[in-house]
C-alpha cells in the first residue's frame, strides 16, 4: 500500500494508527536503498534523519485520532531540489563551481519543516538550474531516458517513493517537464507567492519555487504552508485579487496553432482523451491564439540570460569557470553581451503581455495545453524529430511550459495517460493570476475524472547490486 500512497493518504494512515512513523521511515530508507543505485536522483542523504525517525515510539496507541494542525506533515519525508538552503547539508546547485553548507533553511524549507516535514536529503538538477536532461538522474520508467529537468532528482525521488513530496524551482518550466516525465504532479504557483529566499536563482524575474508530488491535493496542501508574503525576498508579493468572479460559462481555452503540428501523435492523442474528460465534466473548449514560440523565446532569454549573468558573474569570468560542465559557460555567456535598453524593452514587453493576457483569461477557467510535445527522450538525444522537424531536446521540452513563466501565472501538469512504451504523458493547466486555488481545484476534479490518472506500479527495483550507502551522511 505504501509503495503508492500519496502524501494525504499516508498521513490519514499515521493518524488513525495503521501505520507508525518507524515503520514510514524504514519504508522510506528501503526505497531509498532500492532505487537510489538505479536512478541517481540524490547528491545528498541525510541518514541520521531517517534514523532517528526509526527510532521514535509513536505507534497507534500515540498517534491514533490525533490529528496536529500545526504540524500536519509531522514525519512525512520530503526531498529537496540542490539550489535550496537546508541547514546543514552543501549546497552545489548541481555544479563542481559551488559548494557552501547552509547556515539556516531557505524559507520554503523553514516552512515545511515548521509543518512537521521531516528533509530526507537533497536531489540533483541540472547545473545551475539551467536545462531539462538532469544526468546522471534517470526516468524510472525506463532508465535508457532522461527525467527532464532542471528539478529532475526532485520527481524521480517522488515517483519511486524516496520521498512523499519536494521542492523543485521553475523558471522555464522546470517543475513541469520532470513531473510529466515522470508520471506525478508537478505545481508552479504564480510568480511571488512562494518565497524564494535562500534559493540559489538562474532569472530572478522568471524563477518560481514549486512542488511535485504523488496528487494535486498534496499540492494544495504543501501550497498551504509554502504560501505567504516574505520581506526577506525581494520579489515576494502580496497576491492581489484580479477575478472577483468567475466566467459565466464553464470555458477552456486550447492553443491548437500553438502545438498540434508539432506534438507527436501519441502525446495529441491523450490530449483528446484528457479534452474529452473535461467535457464529460460540463467544460466547453475554445480554441485561442498564442504568440509564435519565436516570440516567447526571445523575450524569455533575454530577461533571463543577463540576470544568469550578473549572479553567476565571478564564476564566468574567474579561475571556476572551467570547473562548469560541458557548454554551459558557452550557453551563459551571451548574458554578457545583452544591452540594458534590450533588457529594458523586454521588461515593458513582457509587462504588456501580462495585461493581454490578464485580460484574455477574464472569460476562461483556464488554458489547457498538453506540458511536453514528445514523452522523454533517450539519454544522450541532442534532438527529436516531431512531424519531420528536428528540435533540439530543450526546445522540444520547453516549449509548451515557458509561457506561464513568462507571463507568472499558475501552471500544473498532471498524468494523463501513457505512450506506447509505457513513458508517462502530462497535462498542462494554466490559470489566471493569482487564482492558484481554483487552478488546483480543476486539475485535481479533472485527476478524479480521468480513468488514466492512477498509474501502474513503477518497474520491480530488483537489479540492484550496490547499496550505495556513501550518500548518507553519517
Not at 256 to 279: G, N
Not at 330 to 346: E, M, N, Q, S, T
Request: proline share 7%.
Amino acid at each position: 500500500m505504501l509503495d503508492s500512497a500519496t502524501m494525504r493518504q499516508t498521513i490519514s494512515m499515521l493518524q488513525t494508527g495503521q501505520l507508525s512513523t518507524a515503520e514510514l521511515a524504514k519504508h522510506t530508507e528501503r526505497q531509498i536503498r532500492d532505487w537510489e543505485p538505479l536512478v541517481a536522483a540524490f547528491v545528498h542523504l541525510d541518514g541520521p534523519a531517517l534514523r532517528a525517525l526509526q527510532e521514535q515510539d509513536d505507534g497507534p496507541d500515540k498517534v491514533a485520532n490525533s490529528p496536529n494542525e500545526q504540524q500536519p506533515f509531522r514525519s512525512i519525508p520530503v526531498s529537496v531540489k540542490d539550489i535550496f538552503d537546508v541547514l546543514g547539508m552543501p549546497t552545489t546547485g548541481g555544479s563542481d563551481a559551488y559548494r557552501w553548507i547552509a547556515e539556516e533553511d531557505a524559507q520554503s524549507v523553514a516552512n515545511l519543516r515548521a509543518a512537521g516535514a521531516t528533509i530526507v536529503g537533497k536531489t540533483n538538477t541540472e547545473e545551475l538550474a539551467y536545462g531539462v536532461v538532469t544526468a546522471p538522474t534517470k526516468n524510472p520508467w525506463n532508465l535508457q531516458h532522461i527525467p527532464g529537468g532542471s528539478s529532475g532528482g526532485s520527481a524521480v525521488a517522488v515517483a519511486t517513493g524516496m520521498s512523499l513530496a519536494a521542492l523543485g524551482s521553475d523558471t522555464g518550466g522546470s517543475v513541469r517537464i520532470p513531473a510529466a516525465c515522470c508520471g506525478v504532479v508537478g505545481f508552479k504557483p504564480s510568480v511571488g507567492v512562494v518565497s524564494k529566499y535562500g534559493v540559489m536563482p538562474l532569472s530572478t524575474t522568471l524563477d518560481h519555487v514549486g512542488v511535485l508530488t504523488r496528487s494535486v491535493a498534496d499540492a494544495k496542501d504543501l501550497f498551504e504552508r509554502l504560501r505567504g508574503f516574505d520581506p526577506k525576498d525581494s520579489a515576494s508579493v502580496v497576491a492581489p485579487v484580479l477575478r472577483t468572479g468567475r466566467p459565466a460559462k464553464r470555458r477552456l481555452g486550447i492553443p491548437w496553432s500553438y502545438f498540434e503540428q508539432l506534438a507527436s501523435a501519441e502525446v495529441l492523442r491523450a490530449f483528446r482523451k484528457a479534452v474529452a474528460v473535461l467535457e464529460s465534466l460540463g467544460f466547453a473548449t475554445v480554441d485561442i491564439a498564442l504568440p509564435t514560440w519565436d516570440e516567447w523565446k526571445a523575450l524569455q532569454m533575454t530577461i533571463r540570460l543577463p540576470e544568469a549573468y550578473q549572479y553567476h558573474q565571478r564564476v564566468l569570468e574567474g579561475p571556476r569557470r572551467s570547473l562548469l560542465k560541458g557548454d554551459l559557460a558557452a550557453r551563459l555567456d551571451p548574458g554578457k553581451h545583452i544591452r540594458a535598453l534590450d533588457y529594458v524593452a523586454a521588461q515593458k514587453q513582457r509587462s504588456n503581455w501580462i495585461r493581454q493576457w490578464t485580460a484574455n483569461m477574464q472569460q476562461l477557467d483556464a488554458l489547457i495545453l498538453p506540458t511536453l510535445l514528445v514523452t522523454a527522450p533517450r539519454i544522450g538525444e541532442e534532438a527529436v524529430i516531431l512531424r519531420e522537424m528536428a528540435l533540439p531536446v530543450w526546445e522540444a521540452l520547453v516549449y509548451l511550459t515557458v509561457p506561464a513563466n513568462v507571463l507568472g501565472f499558475p501552471a500544473v501538469s498532471v498524468p494523463c495517460g501513457f505512450d506506447s512504451v509505457g513513458l508517462p504523458i502530462g497535462l498542462q493547466f494554466v490559470g489566471f493570476p493569482y487564482d492558484d486555488d481554483y487552478l488546483l481545484e480543476l486539475a485535481h476534479n479533472f485527476a478524479a475524472a480521468n480513468p488514466d490518472w492512477t498509474a501502474p506500479p513503477l518497474p520491480a527495483s530488483t537489479q540492484v547490486t550496490d547499496r550505495n550507502a556513501s550518500k548518507f551522511s553519517k
